[in-house]
């Protein structure tokens, strides 16, 4: 049973716009919720992460914004450039129950210049 | 200021054999986790560990695998018996609390002949 899912399973987007990538969980458990970038060859890097106390958390071009009501977060991508180019991964995690993460089955992003 | 390391990077074991592969987690981290992920898929929990103890294998398969963090050296991940499903990439992560993000390795690529 996939605890996150994850859409869309790929997106194209132009040098300049705004990429949007949602996710979606079932269990209200979960308190923390990181969004990972991944580039071939490489290991998942942390990008940004929010928890459940805000709605929205920015961080200079990338902005989660979280519905707490709909058990949905996203990631968006402002000003999307060509180096932005990379496999997003969701995820999330109850923090106080062992620090387990689960994790969306990603989205490759593709910003053509 | 060294990241997490694994090793080999890749490993090409025939079926029947055995595999191991091994994570230093980054200075300071005491809490280990091991992923695996398949092509166009997400990142499945498979084990988490601390020093000397396993917390959660939920997501192990009962037969032919198992993980040790001894107090010294490296954690390792051994896949005895290898089949050609187990051909995946392999992802150690660390972190220094049991609620904080995860910080990964590049990976080591199991190819099962």
């Known amino acids: 049973q996939q605890q996150v899912k994850q859409s869309p399973q790929s997106l194209i987007v132009q040098k300049g716009g705004i990429s949007i990538i949602n996710c979606a969980y079932e269990n209200t458990a979960f308190d923390y919720f990181p969004w990972y970038q991944q580039f071939p060859g490489k290991g998942p890097a942390l990008l940004i992460a929010?928890?459940?106390?805000?709605s929205e958390k920015k961080e200079g071009r990338f902005t989660i914004s979280f519905n707490k009501s709909a058990k949905q977060f996203s990631l968006h991508i402002m000003d999307s450039q060509p180096g932005d180019s990379a496999t997003y991964f969701c995820?999330?995690?109850?923090?106080?129950?062992?620090?387990?993460?689960?994790f969306g089955t990603g989205t490759s992003l593709t910003v053509i210049p | 200021n060294a990241g997490v390391m694994q090793n080999p990077r890749h490993l090409v074991r025939r079926r029947g054999q055995e595999a191991r592969l091994r994570c230093s987690p980054m200075?300071?981290?005491?809490?280990v986790y091991w992923y695996r992920q398949l092509p166009e898929e997400g990142l499945k929990f498979m084990v988490y560990?601390?020093?000397?103890?396993?917390?959660?294998e939920s997501g192990m398969p009962k037969e032919r695998f198992s993980a040790e963090f001894p107090k010294e050296g490296p954690s390792i991940l051994r896949i005895q018996q290898v089949v050609r499903g187990d051909s995946a990439a392999y992802f150690c992560?660390?972190?220094?609390?049991?609620?904080?993000?995860?910080?990964f390795g590049n990976g080591t690529r199991l190819t099962v002949t």
């Open positions: 200075k300071g981290h005491s809490h």
């Open positions: 992560a660390s972190s220094p609390t049991g609620d904080s993000p995860l910080h």
């Open positions: 995820a999330a995690s109850m923090t106080n129950t062992g620090n387990q993460f689960y």
């Open positions: 929010i928890r459940p106390d805000v």
């Open positions: 560990l601390q020093k000397e103890n396993i917390i959660d």
